[in-house]
């Protein structure tokens, strides 16, 4: 992991759950990191000042709107300016919303394909020239189980996520003579604030126990009945930083407890 060390690694989604995780992960290979979310702007420094504080190396906020592709590129370029070059690219921002497909918000479709999406269209193209200039570069995308299969209700994440997998690909074509890799991590449930804060409302509206809102709902498609964990999402996107993986390029990886081997 020594070519991590003094590198800058950019994390959109980066203020909770598994952003926050993947931002930590490199920053404890020595990389300064670049954070990004939405939340309370005393929890965003805390976390911020954590990082810096309990690895040593240096961390900015940047309260970029991803929705926004001027806001993403100037995010870059502040990033840039402020380390001199954005070594580590990680799409992990995104949005959900579940309803029937003709019930579905148009608004929440542009919303959803804006931040699931376009957004890493966006970042990719601000940092592939300083990338390409370099001769090196890691571009890891959060995708999701949903990358690989469909589920009913969830018609524009599926789409983005599916898009994501896409763009993957065609990134790490273009940039495969520049010692740059695009891969994409597919994860199934993983286990953050936000699913826990889902599981009461579960029992309540199913009359479930917790056990059985877990097993049965929320882990319903994953063979192994147990949650994926940020920090095992976030290892990965470490690895594949490093120069063992320098020949993973173009993948979609799942991690989704047997999810997808149906």
């Given at each position: 992991?020594?070519?991590?060390?003094?590198?800058?690694?950019?994390?959109?989604?980066?203020?909770?759950?598994?952003?926050?995780?993947?931002?930590?992960?490199?920053?404890?290979?020595?990389?300064?990191?670049?954070?990004?979310g939405l939340?309370?702007?005393?929890?965003?420094?805390?976390?911020?000042?954590?990082?810096?504080?309990?690895?040593?190396?240096?961390?900015?906020?940047?309260?970029?709107?991803?929705?926004?592709?001027?806001?993403?590129?100037?995010?870059?370029?502040?990033?840039?300016?402020?380390?001199?070059?954005?070594?580590?690219?990680?799409?992990?921002?995104?949005?959900?919303?579940?309803?029937?497909?003709?019930?579905?918000?148009?608004?929440?479709?542009?919303?959803?394909?804006?931040?699931?999406?376009?957004?890493?269209?966006?970042?990719?193209?601000?940092?592939a020239p300083?990338?390409?200039?370099?001769?090196?570069?890691?571009?890891?995308?959060?995708?999701?189980?949903?990358?690989?299969?469909?589920?009913?209700?969830?018609?524009?994440?599926?789409?983005?996520?599916?898009?994501?997998?896409?763009?993957?690909?065609?990134?790490?074509?273009?940039?495969?003579?520049?010692?740059?890799?695009?891969?994409?991590?597919?994860?199934?449930?993983?286990?953050?604030?936000?699913?826990?804060?889902?599981?009461?409302?579960?029992?309540?509206?199913?009359?479930?126990?917790?056990?059985?809102?877990?097993?049965?709902?929320?882990?319903?498609?994953?063979?192994?009945?147990?949650?994926?964990?940020?920090?095992?999402?976030?290892?990965?996107?470490?690895?594949?930083a490093s120069?063992?993986?320098?020949?993973?390029?173009?993948?979609?990886?799942?991690?989704?407890?047997?999810?997808?081997?149906?």
């Amino acid at each position: 992991m020594q070519m991590i060390l003094g590198k800058t690694a950019l994390v959109t989604g980066s203020t909770s759950g598994i952003g926050l995780a993947i931002a930590r992960a490199f920053a404890a290979q020595g990389a300064n990191v670049v954070i990004n979310g939405l939340g309370a702007a005393e929890d965003i420094e805390e976390e911020r000042l954590g990082i810096e504080h309990e690895f040593g190396v240096k961390s900015i906020y940047c309260a970029a709107d991803l929705g926004s592709p001027a806001a993403i590129a100037n995010m870059i370029a502040e990033a840039e300016e402020a380390f001199g070059s954005v070594d580590v690219l990680v799409n992990n921002a995104g949005v959900q919303h579940v309803a029937p497909l003709e019930e579905f918000p148009p608004e929440k479709w542009d919303s959803i394909i804006a931040i699931n999406l376009s957004a890493a269209f966006h970042t990719i193209r601000a940092v592939a020239p300083g990338m390409k200039r370099r001769n090196w570069g890691r571009i890891v995308n959060t995708a999701s189980a949903h990358a690989l299969v469909a589920s009913p209700f969830k018609s524009a994440y599926v789409a983005a996520k599916h898009g994501i997998a896409g763009l993957t690909k065609t990134a790490a074509l273009e940039f495969a003579r520049d010692r740059i890799t695009v891969n994409a991590i597919a994860p199934g449930y993983v286990w953050t604030p936000l699913v826990e804060r889902q599981i009461p409302a579960t029992m309540e509206a199913r009359h479930m126990s917790r056990e059985e809102v877990v097993h049965d709902v929320l882990l319903e498609a994953q063979p192994t009945k147990q949650f994926v964990t940020s920090e095992q999402v976030a290892a990965l996107a470490v690895f594949l930083a490093s120069e063992d993986a320098s020949s993973i390029t173009g993948a979609i990886l799942a991690m989704d407890g047997g999810w997808t081997a149906h």
